[in-house]
């Protein structure tokens, strides 16, 4: 039948553009992680890898306090940094789209996340210039004699936290400054026409509007910062492991890849728990 | 209530608080690239342009610099012919289980590089594949391919599939209609994709780091600068990155969203 | 160039859903076809099957005599024009009605001097060179027109190409449609939602519904005799008098309804194998009930009130409501000189002619549609 050969053609070559793609993500995604996975049952003998099939190295991680404290550890800085930083952003993205004239908003937005575009390694680097015991803060802080001697600020938590807060304050206010002007102004106007007060507008109106902003913005924060192994390793130094510096570890020193393996399915399962908590914000739309 | 007047002094003070705060590590950075002296900390010494003649006289950052362009040049235009071709088979045509086709094209972007870079660092071992730049360049493919689809996909609205039945309907092929309508009229979007996977992989660490092994990528030759310590030829060498992204971004400002607040 | 269309019994079904259910028609060459009916009706699947875009589940659709089954849109000798335009953003004028003869490996001198031809036609050439974004709507809608003629179609397909003009510019755009048509000679298919529209520029009207043909007819036809309820409802006000056949004679028939018996001659009726006791309906435009001024025959439902009225420019409307029903409400557009005063009472005078007589009872959900 007629409907039936045109139709079914156009499906045939819409499959030809697809496949690529599909092919190169489960080639070089999929395939990847389920062999990481299968690595993750196996068994580090010296140098070599015997795949055994058990779940040792998961029993391994639950037993081991300084494999567990990893996790908590990232999870304790990245909540840390996910709330500081929308509490942080928010407000300078409301700035941004309310309080700076239309004309400069642009270049507002763009100035606020400039230094978004500074190499990764070399922004770490950089917040340890500012925090290092020579660094900026303690030299200033001495010179005006707030203090006498210079303060442990690097290599330690906080300086991490700092680290990763200033990246995704950008972040932050990127995506909420974007949900804030794709807003209608009619909605804040009817709520005041209405007898909102300020806070009553911004509380049932304006932020249930931005929440998917917000949320988004949230959701990869904590997926970029739970991973990131390069801002504990050079700013929180080595008193405490964020789980991905104990996975490099694991690779590295200790050269047991399986156990590498077992965490970073951990780490996986950890942020796909986050996507579902999250999901209902994070729906892909067309345009 | 908060008067008026006090909330437009408060917020000022605040917008002005938070950008100090953001550029307070660039500023620090910038300033003691041009330190006279062997440590990028306070004191200021006085200028000197002898750490920016060390970076560029340092071939194995200049090395470094040729191999980041040339993975993040070539990995992104696989990764957006690859996305673009997507987005418009799924955009454009019916096909069984297209959600999850999305889905799982979408997948590696939930996931973090450290992830992707082990599993392909597993798979490469497993295989027994050599790493070296082609492997980086995968890596950052399947990073990219994500954003790239997603972005192009989004900007895949049905006035523009109108716009290609039309094409079709004056006698275009389908290779036609892709080259001469589809992909100049989402060029926009296709560019911005380009160029935002080109800073992505320029970037990237951790997946370069991972899966290179003698020619390696510039942020993991800037890895391995850290470990002498705090050194002013660092900070040129990140004030040089900086002002390359800089100008990127000020290219995708200029030809991409220019054109595209036009129409 | 320009051919005839044959559709034999088409059939489109969408799952569950029959977008158009067995329908023939049959396009003379160089005809100004309108397909007429509100959203869903099945017009525009008909369109997209002449144009390519969809395949017929069953019957065959035939053009200049060949079938076009296994056809796609880029093989047909068929062009459409769409509702948005479907301008190529990134390319100017010339280069959009070019592009159908680059296509057909057209030589760049010739492609652009005949796209330069067509812009003139629709008086564009002066902006040749412009992108289609610095272009108001009706002058997109002639570009989009221009383009679909320059590769010089049998058919050419308009999907509501006026549907997003305002008012004034549609009226203007279908008289400059009608001349070019009529210049060019191509057959053109027209789908449109606006029965004044269709009134305008067809040669003939097809009125849908349902994925069914209702009426096929040149403009006053369907409008003074229309074939079935939905199409005298479709094409304009009218009102509705529900009501049984009496008896039939030769030149004659005798109908009641609520508003008491009348006779009418027997060519009025729409079904000419009417029986005894079938219900039936007549269909009665507004501005029908002036025949109380005028000579020649008619006939008289008796007398109404005017409950309100409202001057139109052209006539009076009113609304009535008569003596013998008074539940009912009667529309009539009485003459600019008329007195319409409410509590007036009016005679309810017709010529017979003018009176429709239609094949069974509206169903509440006509009414609704054609409200």
Redesign the interface.
Known sequence: ???V???TR??R??????T???L???A??????L??AA?SLATRKGRDIVMTFNLDNYITFFEKAHLLKGLFVSLEITFTVTIISVI?AY??AW??AE??PQKWQRMAL???I??F???????S??????L?K???IN??LLHIGLIAEPLELASTRTATVIGFV?FF??LLTLTIYANLVQMPPNYRRAAADLGA??FQVFWHVILPLTLPGIMVGAFLTF??C?????TPQ?LGGNNELAL?QV?MLQ?GRRAD?PM??TL?II??VV??LA?IACARWLK???? | MISPRFSKIASWVYLAALYGFIFLPVAVLVLFSFQDGRLPVPPFNGVTLKWYGEVFADSRLMSALGNSLMVAIGSSLVACVLGFCAAYGLARYILPASRLQRGLLVAPMTVSYLIIALGLLSTFNWLGVSLSLWTVGIGHVVINLPLCFAIIYASMGDHQKNIERAARDLGAAEWQVMTQISAPMLMPSILAAFFLSVTFSWDEFIIAFLLSRFDVTLPVEIWSMLRSGLNPKTNAVGSVVFLVSVALLLILELIVFRRTAKK | MTAPVSIRNATKTFGDFTALDDVSLEIAVGEFIVLLGPSGCGKTTLLSLLGGFLSPTRGVIEIAGRDMGDVPPSKRPTTTMFQDYALFPHMTLRDNVAFGLKMRKVGKTERHAKAEELLDMVGLKASATKKPHELSGGQRQRVALARALAVEPDVLLLDEPLGALDLKLRRQMQDELKAIQKRVGTTFVHVTHDQEEAMAIADRIVVMNEGKIEDVGRPEDIYMRPRTLFSASFMGEVNFFPGTIDALTDDAIHIHTALGAVKLPASVMADQNATAAQKITLAIRPEHFRASTGTGPRITLGKAKVEDGAFFGTHHRAHLSPADYPDMIITAHMPQSAIIEPGAWIDLTLDPASVVILPGHPAAKVQEDAA
């Open positions: 039948m007629a409907s050969t045109l139709e156009e499906n070559r819409a499959w030809g553009f697809v690529p793609a599909l190169w993500t489960v070089f995604f999929v395939i990847p992680f062999v990481m690595i942080l407000p300078l700035i941004i309080r700076v763009i100035m606020a400039l230094p575009w500074t190499s990764y390694v070399v922004r680097y950089s917040w340890l210039l500012v290092a020579n660094g900026v030299n200033a200033h304050v950008m007060n300020g997926v970029l739970i991973g990131d192994y390069i050079i991905p996975i690779l890849f590498a393996a970073s780490l996986m942020v796909t996507y892909m739309e067309r345009t």
